[in-house]
Each structure stands twice: as C-alpha cells, then as structure tokens.
C-alpha cells in the first residue's frame, strides 16, 4: 500500500502564492509518476498537473499553464505544486496521485492522497 500525504493549502487572496506537498511513504513504487488533480464544490475532478519520475516530462492544464509549476524532490517521493497569480477560481480541494506514467486521466492513477483545501478570496 501506498501513503500519500498532501499540505500547504490554506486561505490567500487572489494573486497571491501556495505552494502544495506531497509526501509518498509505503510499498516502493518503481518509476512512477505523480499528478495533481483539484476539485470544486459542485464540479468533477479535474487535472492540474504532473510530472514523470525523471521530472523530465512536465504537463499542465491549460487554465493553471504558465501560473503553476509541478517538481519533485530529489528523493522522488515528494511533489510540489507551486501556485503563483491564485485566482478565485483555483478554489478547490486539490489531491495528489501516483501512476505508472504521466497522464490527465484521473482513473489511471492508482494511489490517492486526502487532499488539502485552496481557497483563494476575491
């Protein structure tokens, strides 16, 4: 089994910074690939972004493209999504996920963390 551990998310004002965690502990994963993906009230699950196990091949929604920059920690098991020029519509409870390869296809993930709320004020 695998652990996914999500923080960083809070309360800012529309222009502000986040910057999202995620920790993986548990079963050892080879070569996989981590994404995030964000909810809103009333909406379904939608990608955001994720990166591969070299950090070499990157992809982003195209409403959080130029505005959020996925990474991974040096011992691979960490991601972080940092968030510049928040808008209110970046609301949402954001989840990160692992997968045997990058992809926007929440069902392709296989492991899921908590999630962490975003919420930014107008």
């Known amino acids: 089994q695998v652990q996914l551990v999500e923080s960083g998310g809070g309360l800012v004002q529309a222009g502000d910074s986040l910057r999202l965690s995620c920790a993986a502990s548990?079963?050892?994963?080879?070569?996989?690939?981590m994404g995030w993906f964000r909810q809103a009230p009333g909406k379904e699950r939608e990608f955001v972004a994720a990166?591969?196990?070299?950090?070499?091949?990157?992809d982003y929604a195209d409403s959080v493209k130029g505005r959020f920059t996925i990474s991974r920690g040096s011992a691979k098991n960490t991601a972080y999504l940092q968030m510049n020029s928040l808008k209110p519509e970046d609301t949402a409870v954001y989840y990160c996920?692992?997968?045997?390869?990058?992809?926007?296809?929440?069902?392709?993930?296989?492991?899921w963390g908590q999630g962490t709320q975003v919420t930014v004020s107008s």
């Open positions: 996920a692992v997968a045997p390869s990058v992809s926007r296809t929440y069902y392709f993930y296989d492991y």
């Open positions: 990166i591969s196990w070299s950090s070499s091949i990157n």
């Open positions: 548990g079963r050892t994963l080879s070569m996989y690939a």
